[in-house]
């Protein structure tokens, strides 16, 4: 799927200034105006549809039930095929129920002969009441799979929002302290993925659903973790600073830890995001998709996060950027 041409697009859309946006971007792409909670839209629309992308929000009951109500009322010699967006935060809730941040775990998941770990994961984790919704639904009518991305980073290229989470909000919390952010010991894994190569996983499963299911998993056991590598996030603290102080923004190279408390007033559930531990590899992409990521490290691209969230947010150079360079 390199060209919309190949296919009958419809988006949704929450109002007409993003809808401008896109169709000017995307003048193809038909427009669907509604929220989340616009049930009868989503399940109406999810009827008409043969693949429902759903990325908007891992955590959303009610387009989660909406969708799978839609695609359910496919015929079995056309089934309906949902490719949703989750995440690695699934795999938090180890250290997040026993409030351990920090310290690392040795503990790794995988999507392949380690699936039904995953699929059994305790109720409480996040993101697994919708998961559980996504995976129920498979049936000879609805065939489902789940998309789980660890910490992403990178530039994206789409019409609406560019920027991710876990590093960008990292470098804005080192640029506002003047130093260096870590929870605890800083010692926690998370693994990662560049956007433009977790996009490629999209791709790969929106193509294998347009022939009727590919060479795709769907079903109970079609998660697919999409990392390319890990990082301990202590280290990254270092590098997030180091770029900063480098580009004059900061006067200070220092890293400090912080109290749980506190790193959850500089950003929500920072404690989870730099301080659990989510580990995983991704071997269903790399096996059934021919998926093999090509993009930039996260420690290459940390650089330009830092001068991205300085630009966005006014911080101007200081002398910093005199004894650095």
Not at 93 to 110: L, V
Request: aromatic share 8%; hydrophobic share 40%.
């Amino acid at each position: 799927m390199r060209s919309t041409e190949q296919y009958e697009v419809a988006a949704l859309v929450r109002n007409s200034d993003k809808g401008a946006q896109i169709a000017s971007q995307y003048p193809t792409i038909r427009l669907v105006y509604g929220g989340l909670d616009s049930a009868e839209t989503l399940e109406e629309e999810a009827r008409k549809a043969d693949i429902v992308l759903h990325c908007a929000d891992a955590d959303h009951v009610v387009a989660a039930e909406a969708l799978t109500k839609g695609l359910a009322a496919h015929a079995s010699d056309r089934p309906g095929y949902i490719i949703h967006t989750s995440g690695t935060g699934i795999l938090l809730f180890a250290d997040t129920e026993r409030q351990i941040f920090g310290e690392a775990s040795q503990k790794i998941y995988n999507d392949w002969d380690g699936v039904s770990e995953v699929t059994t994961i305790p109720d409480f984790a996040l993101h697994r009441n919708v998961d559980k919704i996504i995976l129920a639904s498979g049936s000879s009518n609805v065939k489902p799979a789940i998309v789980c991305p660890p910490t992403i980073y990178g530039q994206g290229r789409g019409p609406g929002n560019q920027r991710s989470i876990q590093l960008p909000e990292l470098s804005r919390c080192t640029l506002e302290m003047g130093h260096g952010i870590q929870v605890g010991a800083g010692k926690t894994y998370w693994t990662n993925v560049h956007v433009h190569d977790l996009s490629e996983v999209f791709v790969a499963l929106v193509e294998a659903a347009a022939a009727g299911g590919g060479n795709a998993s769907w079903g109970a056991e079609a998660y697919y973790f999409t990392e390319n590598g890990e990082h301990v996030w202590g280290e990254i603290s270092k590098a997030v600073v180091s770029a900063a102080y480098k580009g004059g923004f900061v006067l200070s190279d220092e890293v400090k830890p912080h109290s749980n408390d506190e790193i959850n007033d500089m950003c929500h559930f920072g404690t989870g995001l730099w301080g659990a531990n989510s580990r995983c590899r991704a071997i269903r992409a790399r096996k059934l998709l021919g998926w093999s990521p090509k993009g930039k490290s996260i420690e290459e691209e940390i650089p330009d996060t830092v001068a991205f969230e300085a630009d966005l947010r006014g911080f101007v150079k200081h002398h910093a950027a005199k004894v650095t360079s």
